[in-house]
């Protein structure tokens, strides 16, 4: 369910300040100091094209998937920040939609009205019905890296409380176990 379009006055704030809801948006969840997530990449993703066929029973849909696998060629374990929405497709076709939203949407606050018109812009075919999907994307962080001082211990990585999903990683357990 997505509660965007309503009039909200003085909407809520995290403790950080951050409005917790947006007319045009909806709901939102802010966290700072993030733990990223860890995966295997080795500079591609796979990504999902606009008017691709999509299978709704497999959520969240990942818009673009870091590529590579332990062991092999240029394969990195890589910090990533993971952004996670949720996206509305075509539910008849079963595919990404695109909505209209700048003079669309944001103005008559009509999900229907607004799907038919952006994908009538985008020359893709609309079945009339919609429905909504978990999403996220895989941000690669590059930026923001704190001061060395900072930088991560032994233990942040291994041990009981360690950030490493070492199994989603490929490894049996923490390698630092020596068995
Ligand atoms: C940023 C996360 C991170 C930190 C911090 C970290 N490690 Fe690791 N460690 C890893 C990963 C990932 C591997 C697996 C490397 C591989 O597969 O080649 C690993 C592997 C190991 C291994 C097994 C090596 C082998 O050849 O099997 C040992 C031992 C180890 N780490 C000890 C340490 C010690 C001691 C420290 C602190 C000085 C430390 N690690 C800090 C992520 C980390």
Same mark, same amino acid.
């Given at each position: 369910? *997505?509660?965007?379009?309503? %009039?909200?006055?003085? +909407? ?6 951050? #409005? /917790?809801? %947006?007319?045009?948006?909806?709901? $939102?969840?802010?966290?700072? %100091?993030? !733990? +990223? ?7 591609? *993703?796979?990504?999902?094209?606009? @008017?691709e066929? !999509?299978? +709704? ?7 673009? =998937?870091? /590529?590579?696998?332990? @062991?092999k060629?240029?394969?990195? !374990?890589?910090? $990533?920040? *993971? ?5 509305? =497709? ?5 595919? $990404?939609?695109?909505?209209? /939203? $700048? ?22 075919? =609309?079945s009339?019905? =919609? %429905?909504? *999907? ?6 690669? !962080?590059?930026?923001?890296?704190? #001061? ?13 409380k @360690? ?5 989603? /990683? ?9 068995s």
């Amino acid at each position: 369910m *997505v509660h965007s379009g309503k %009039d909200v006055k003085d +909407p809520p704030k995290d403790q950080w300040g951050q #409005p /917790l809801y %947006d007319k045009m948006k909806g709901d $939102f969840k802010w966290a700072k %100091d993030v !733990i +990223p997530t860890y995966v295997w990449f080795n500079g591609s *993703v796979e990504r999902h094209l606009l @008017g691709e066929k !999509i299978d +709704p029973s497999k959520q969240p849909m990942h818009h673009n =998937y870091p /590529l590579g696998k332990k @062991g092999k060629k240029n394969a990195k !374990i890589w910090p $990533f920040k *993971v952004m996670k929405g949720k996206q509305m =497709y075509d539910s008849g076709n079963n595919t $990404f939609a695109v909505p209209h /939203l $700048f003079g669309g949407y944001w103005k008559h606050y009509d999900w229907n009205q607004a799907m038919a018109d952006g994908m009538k812009a985008a020359g893709l075919p =609309y079945s009339g019905k =919609y %429905d909504w *999907v978990e999403t996220d994307m895989y941000w690669k !962080i590059t930026h923001m890296v704190v #001061p060395k001082t900072q930088a991560l211990k032994c233990n942040d990585c291994h041990g009981e409380k @360690g950030r490493m999903d070492w199994k989603a /990683l490929g490894y049996g357990s923490d390698p630092r176990k020596k068995s």
